[in-house]
Every structure is written in structure tokens, then in C-alpha cells.
């Protein structure tokens, strides 16, 4: 659908409506050929809040995050970003979002500074604006003396942070992970999670962190259980484990997933 060159008032509106979540999907589902991977999402991300789409390799998080960012369209379903139409209104729904995606998307030939400036670049940002905004935001991502450095002498919990400040850059109010401490040790893994988690209560961002692992997720925070393309449950993830009477949420997803496995047969 071509995007309207000039948003209607109830559209723009609804980008600083408090009634609108920060991320809202509406019975999403896609298709690769005859193979279907997403059957019916419906869930919200809301404003200030850390949301984990916790879910085993192949349960559709990455392709949920490529629907989300355009990267493929949405025809079946409805995602909209601050009430902003993803379909309808991508320009204004994708100006509201930071993205880190699982695979790293750096140039490591480039300095950090070189990269940020690109991406700054991207958004419409001057380069004066970029380098006050890039020292910003490597100062609350505690890579503040790596500005440069080239990318490829950093360390891969280092270049999670320098990914995590470039999509912060434009000062996005929702911020989507997928997958961010793949391949980190145990102590990067705990640091990036602890930075984001920072950031949530600091600038008072959404964020939708996609993980399989169960570590990673606490009692408190919002949870969106996603197996085989289907959401089975969501909500705290106290709430998910009182449900099905566990005791942790390793416990209470392991019970989703053998339930669902039972239905299935």
C-alpha cells in the first residue's frame, strides 16, 4: 500500500496518545509458500515496559521482527507502533523504533564514530547533532572512550553496546532485540541485559527483547511466550508461572511446550 504523503490528524494524533501501546500486533500471520510460521500473534508491548517474546530457536521471532521492521510485509494481521499503521503509515510507524537484530550488522572496517555518523546520516541527522547524540549515547552504553576505535578490534559484548547506541541515536521510544546476547559469555550477556534493563527505567523506552534463554527473563517483567509460530501464553511472567502452577518461569515454559506438543498430537 503506497503511504499517504500527508497524515491524517487522527493519525498524527495517535503517536503521543497514552491509550496507544508502543507495540500493538492484532491476529498476525504469515506464510513461507505453503508453510505457515505465524498463526494468529496477537499481543502489546507497552510504553516503559521490558516485554521478553521468549521462544526456542525456530519458534518465528526473527520473522516476527522482520514484519515489525518491514523487512516483509504484513498482509495478514495488523501491527501498529504508537498507533501508527506499520502498512499504512511505515515512515512515521518505523521512525518511532530501534532496531539490533541477531545477525551484526556493523561495518568492522569502519571506526565507531564512522558508523554512527552513517546511520545518524540515514535518519536526517546533522553531523554536529550525530556527534553530540553518539557521545550520549556511548557514555550510557559505557563505550564512551570507543569512539575511535575501529569495530573490529572491539569484543563481541562490545560491539552488542555500539549496535545498542546506534539504535538509540535517533532517540526512539521502542527499542527491538532479537536475540542480542547470542554468542556472548556469560558476563557480557549479563551486562547488556543490565544496560537495557537501565535504559527502560532511565529514558522510559518500550523494549522487546526475543530470547530462548530462560535466564534472561525475571518474574516482573512482561512475557509473550511464542512456540511454533503460536503464542501460548503472556503476560507477567509471574503471572504465566502461577498459571501453570511453577514455580519458574524455565518450569512453566517447559509446561506450555509440552502442552501445546500434546494438543498438536
Known amino acids: 500500500m503506497t503511504e499517504p504523503t ?17 507495540l500493538a500486533i492484532r491476529d ?11 498463526r494468529s500473534i496477537t499481543f502489546s508491548v507497552q510504553r516503559s515496559k ?47 523504533i530501534g532496531v539490533v537484530f541477531q545477525a551484526r550488522t556493523l561495518d568492522l572496517d569502519l571506526t565507531v564514530r564512522q558508523n554512527l555518523l552513517y546511520h545518524a546520516s540515514l535518519h536526517g541527522i546533522s553531523t554536529k547533532e550525530a556527534l553530540r547524540s553518539a557521545r550520549n549515547v556511548l557514555d550510557r552504553t ?3 572512550g570507543s569512539l575511535d576505535e575501529r569495530v573490529r578490534t ?17 532517540r526512539p521510544p521502542l527499542l527491538l532485540l532479537d536475540e542480542p546476547t547470542v554468542g556472548l559469555d556469560i558476563k557480557a550477556r549479563a551486562d547488556i541485559l543490565a544496560h537495557v534493563r537501565h535504559i527502560v527505567n532511565e529514558a522510559h523506552i518500550g523494549v522487546l527483547w526475543a530470547t530462548h534463554l530462560i535466564d534472561e ?34 518450569t512453566a515454559f517447559t509446561s506450555l511446550v509440552s502442552a501445546a506438543g500434546r494438543e498438536k498430537s
Open 28 to 38: 498476525l500471520n504469515h506464510s513461507y509458500g505453503a508453510r505457515q510460521v505465524l
Open 50 to 96: 521490558f516485554c521478553v517474546l521468549l521462544g526456542l530457536n525456530g519458534a518465528g521471532k526473527t520473522t516476527l521482527f522482520s514484519l515489525i521492521t518491514r523487512l516483509y510485509a504484513a498482509p495478514l494481521g495488523t501491527i501498529h507502533i504508537f498507533g501508527f499503521d506499520v502498512n499504512c503509515y511505515s515512515s512515521a510507524a518505523l521512525r518511532q
Open 6 to 22: 500527508i497524515l491524517p490528524k487522527t493519525a498524527d494524533r495517535t503517536k503521543n496518545d497514552p491509550d496507544h501501546a508502543a
Open 142 to 144: 559505557g563505550m564512551s
Open 217 to 250: 527473563v525475571n518474574p516482573a517483567d512482561d512475557v509473550v511466550v511464542l512456540h511454533e509460530g503460536r503464542v501460548l501464553d503472556l503476560g507477567l511472567a509471574s503471572e504465566v508461572m502461577a498459571r501453570v502452577g511453577a514455580a519458574d518461569i524455565g
Open 154 to 170: 572491539l569484543s563481541g559484548g562490545q560491539i552488542r553496546r555500539v549496535e545498542i547506541a546506534r539504535a538509540l541515536l535517533h
